[in-house]
Structure formats: structure tokens, C-alpha cells
């Protein structure tokens, strides 16, 4: 059992997909279930927003790893985490009957890292897309992408030019490299800080509609992991 505490927003009938968004450092669960109704206004998908397991003492909220220098996550911490967050989606796949080409992996900052960390790793089930706002594909002993087996993969990048925690040419590097690797990226900037930009929402409410709508309408795509 993964043992994380969370947040569901149902959908509005039979679910057509799975969305789960990872909040970012410092905050928790609660964080990202808002962005859920504006992302799918016509409530199609079942929404899972878990709590990252870490407090940090003198820190305000949940982390999902230590930060000893942006863009490459303490090794320890991530794999503990790591672990844990693929235990939840295997629980929260079997639990709910959907299936990973039927789910979005998406987050914030430090969410967007996990949402890249288990979309892209050889040892997980292929996710139906990622949705990464102001974070960065990392750089940590132990992980690596694999690119090869993802290569039909959707990703939504959106990222700030003035953001000061997490530098542009992160989303910038993440797209060369998808991109590189074959997979389908659709990149997005603006003006902002570290923050979603709401300029960036419409395209990612009209991504995700047309992820879910193509993953779920494939041969395929809802047979077990």
C-alpha cells in the first residue's frame, strides 16, 4: 500500500479517462483540485490528486523530494518517492477499473517532475499523455527516460520566461529532448513567473480533450496494463 492520503473529484458520469494531477513543493492534495473543473469543464474524467509523502522541518507543506540543486532531485528522496507514487496509480488503476493508456499524468513544478518521472520510465505503464506546467524532465542517479517505447507519446509543456524558481530553459531542454525521441510535444510559453499562466489553459483544456478523446477511441488503448 502507498499509504498517501488524497483527493478525488469524480466525474459527471462513466469516466472517459483518468487525470491526476501532482501539486507542487511546499503545498498538498488540495492544491490542484481546483484546476481539475477548468481543465475538464464538462467533468468527462475522474480526477486523483495525492498528497507527496516528505515534510521538511520548518517547510510549509508536503514534498515529494529534497532540493539540493534545481533540476536534479536528492536521489534518496526521489526513489522513496517514486516508489510510493507508482504504488498509488497501480492502486488507484485497480481501484477505479481505468487503465494507464486511459490516464493523464499531469502537475505543478515539482509535480510536473513526478508526472515526467513515471510517465517516462521504461519500468511503468505508458500514460495516455503528460501535462508538465514549470517543471523540468531530472536529472537524478537511478532514472532515466526511455524514450523508445513512449515514442506516440502526447506531452504539454507550459512554462513561464520570468519564472525564478525553475529557469525557462528547462521546458526548453525537455522539449528537445521529447521531441528528439520521437514523442509529440506541444510547448507553450508566456511572460510568467512561477505560476500557471492562464493564458496557457485553453490550449491545455483543448490537449486534453483531444488526448483522452484519441486514447480512448484507439484499438487497444483500454485493455489491462
Known amino acids: 500500500m502507498s499509504g498517501l492520503a488524497y483527493r478525488e473529484r ?36 475522474h480526477v486523483v490528486t495525492p498528497r507527496a509523502p516528505l515534510t521538511i522541518p520548518g ?9 539540493p540543486h534545481v533540476g536534479f532531485p536528492d ?24 487503465t494507464p493508456g486511459q490516464t493523464v499524468f ?19 505503464p505508458k500514460p495516455a499523455g503528460i501535462l508538465a506546467f514549470s517543471g523540468f524532465v531530472p536529472t537524478v542517479e537511478g532514472w532515466q527516460p526511455e524514450l523508445a517505447s513512449r515514442s506516440d507519446l502526447p506531452v504539454f509543456i507550459a512554462h513561464g520566461r520570468q519564472d525564478p524558481i525553475m529557469d525557462v530553459e528547462f521546458a526548453r531542454r525537455a522539449r528537445k529532448l521529447l ?7 506541444s510547448y507553450h510559453e508566456s511572460d510568467a513567473a512561477h505560476h500557471i499562466d492562464p493564458v496557457h489553459v485553453p ?7 483531444g488526448t483522452i478523446s484519441d486514447r480512448t477511441t484507439a484499438p487497444g488503448t483500454q485493455e489491462g496494463r
Do not use: I, K, N, Q
Open 10 to 45: 469524480p466525474a459527471a458520469g462513466d469516466p472517459a479517462g483518468l487525470l491526476v494531477l501532482h501539486h507542487g513543493r511546499g503545498t498538498d492534495e488540495h492544491d490542484l483540485l481546483g484546476l481539475a473543473d477548468v481543465l475538464d469543464p464538462e467533468r468527462r474524467l
Open 59 to 67: 517547510s510549509p507543506g508536503y514534498h515529494w523530494y529534497l532540493v
Open 75 to 98: 536521489p534518496d528522496t526521489f526513489r522513496a518517492a517514486y516508489g510510493r507514487l507508482a504504488g498509488f496509480h497501480d492502486e488507484l488503476w485497480e481501484r477505479t477499473g481505468l
Open 106 to 124: 499531469g502537475g505543478f513544478s515539482m509535480g510536473s517532475v513526478m508526472s515526467y518521472s513515471l510517465g517516462l520510465a521504461g519500468d511503468r
Open 179 to 185: 521531441e528528439a525521441g520521437g514523442l509529440d510535444v
Open 203 to 209: 490550449a491545455a483544456v483543448e490537449w486534453l480533450g
